[in-house]
């Protein structure tokens, strides 16, 4: 298949293997099969954008019982506050516009809303927008597309700012997105979106960040590539730590001068080889080594007594989970705050996920920490377990327990 973003051809550098839907946690014992697809990753040849080899079925992704919710992290929600402030301290125009694609439970746009500005989230997860409802922010269950993009334009004119947090990256069809942002931004109006930074994922090789529902992996190369199809300038980039490390880019229409930001992350990624087939290769070869080590201590573990749990069953778990063969013998247990997760079981692996016990007594001997994007949030709201000797096994940026 050629590059879903610009049309060139592409190579694949990297294979996980079949892989469920990353977000489809089972209930128990259901008899109906599950979906799988074959995880591959290419580059591609002209854009440079690093994206899934195979087609995804986002409409069996992306539904009413969508279980992400923004807000089950604490940090993020204060991250997603300070950005909503920033977006509206930007905003020039006597009645200004807000559109958010991607809008999930509100969490972004509850502050927009209630500086009273106009706004609307646009989210295919009815569930979510149910709940942004709920907090008085204006959304609707739709996709993002052309289509969409015209009407919301006819009805509420010219938008200021589209925002997109971790929802670009889950679009195959990016060049419709594109399409729809040319026909809903104002002429002075910017796209800002942010989703996990390819650079990152090479350093730290995080290979879980590669799923179903990242689709893409973006870069500044690649987003400048993208970008100037549609008539568009990357005109800001900001390296974020959030989320095992994104970057938040801005576009505005051609004509924008772009801060040296730009230049200096562009030119960082051609010095480092982000995009060149013997840097994807070696990180792949890498990936292949932290199977077999990840498996290694989860033995070892259970060869020497230890209970082990999973701590949060993040959709990234599931690349994890089926690339290292763990299942329910390794790992009988998952522990996650959504109530929508519990008493399923992880897709594919097929291991149970619960609550967290009420007791530190029930407490494993070790977790091993899935949300590892979320660490310090998490390893100090478990200092109880840490002072009574409990470990943590991670696998980024390196397998270790400790
Ligand atoms: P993600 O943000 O990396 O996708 O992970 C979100 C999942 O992690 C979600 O299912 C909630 C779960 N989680 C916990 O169970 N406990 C926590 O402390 C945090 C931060 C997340
Ligand atoms: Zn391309």
């Excluded at 509100?106 to 009273?116: D, F, H, I, N």
């Excluded at 480092?272 to 890498?286: E, I, K, S, V």
């Excluded at 259970?302 to 013998?329: E, H, M």
């Excluded at 310090?376 to 409990?390: H, L, N, S, W």
Aim: proline share 6%.
């Amino acid at each position: 298949m050629p590059c879903r973003a610009c049309g060139d051809a592409v190579t694949q550098f990297l294979d996980l293997g079949r892989q469920p839907l990353s977000d489809a946690f089972r209930i128990p014992d259901d008899p109906s099969d599950e979906f799988w697809l074959h995880l591959r990753a290419v580059v591609c040849h002209g854009c440079h954008v690093v994206q899934l080899a195979d087609p995804v079925p986002v409409e069996r992704m992306f539904h009413e019982e969508y279980p992400f919710r923004t807000s089950s992290s604490r940090r993020m929600a204060s991250h997603f506050a300070a950005t909503a402030e920033r977006l509206v301290a930007g905003l020039e125009s006597p009645d200004p516009f807000v559109v958010e694609i991607g809008s999930n439970d509100g969490t972004m746009l509850a502050t927009v809303a209630a500086r009273g500005i106009r706004h609307l989230g646009i989210d295919p997860a009815a569930n979510m927008v149910d709940e942004a409802v709920a907090r008085r922010v204006n959304a609707r269950a739709e996709w993002f597309d052309a289509t969409t993009a015209a009407r919301v334009r006819d009805e509420f004119g010219p938008a200021d700012v589209v925002y997109a947090a971790n929802t670009m990256c889950h679009i195959p069809d990016l060049r419709g997105v594109f399409t729809g942002l040319e026909t809903v931004l104002a002429d002075d109006g910017v796209v800002v979106f942010e989703d996990p930074y390819l650079g990152d994922v090479l350093r730290l090789g995080s290979f879980d960040q590669i799923y179903d529902e990242h689709f893409y992996l973006f870069s500044a190369t690649s987003v400048a590539r993208i970008a100037a199809l549609h008539g568009f300038t990357l005109v800001d980039v900001e390296h974020l730590g959030v989320h095992g490390g994104e970057v938040r880019y801005t576009l505005a229409r051609d004509g924008r001068t772009p801060t040296p930001a730009v230049g200096a992350l562009i030119a960082t990624e051609d010095r480092t080889g982000t995009h060149d087939l013997p840097r994807l290769q070696a990180f792949a070869a890498g990936v292949a080594d932290r199977r077999e080590q990840l498996r290694d201590v989860l033995m070892d573990e259970q060869q020497a007594g230890r209970s082990v749990a999973g701590y949060a069953a993040t959709a990234k778990s599931a690349t994890v989970l089926n690339y290292c063969d763990i299942g329910p013998g390794l790992l009988p247990v998952v522990y996650d705050t959504t109530p929508e997760k519990q008493g399923r079981t992880t897709p594919g692996s097929g291991i149970p996920v619960e609550a967290f016990p009420q007791d530190l007594a029930d407490y494993p001997d070790t977790f091993l920490l899935f949300a590892w994007n979320h660490a310090d949030e998490i390893v100090a709201k478990e200092q109880e377990f840490v002072e009574r000797g409990g470990r943590w096994i991670r696998y980024v940026p390196e397998v270790r327990i400790d």
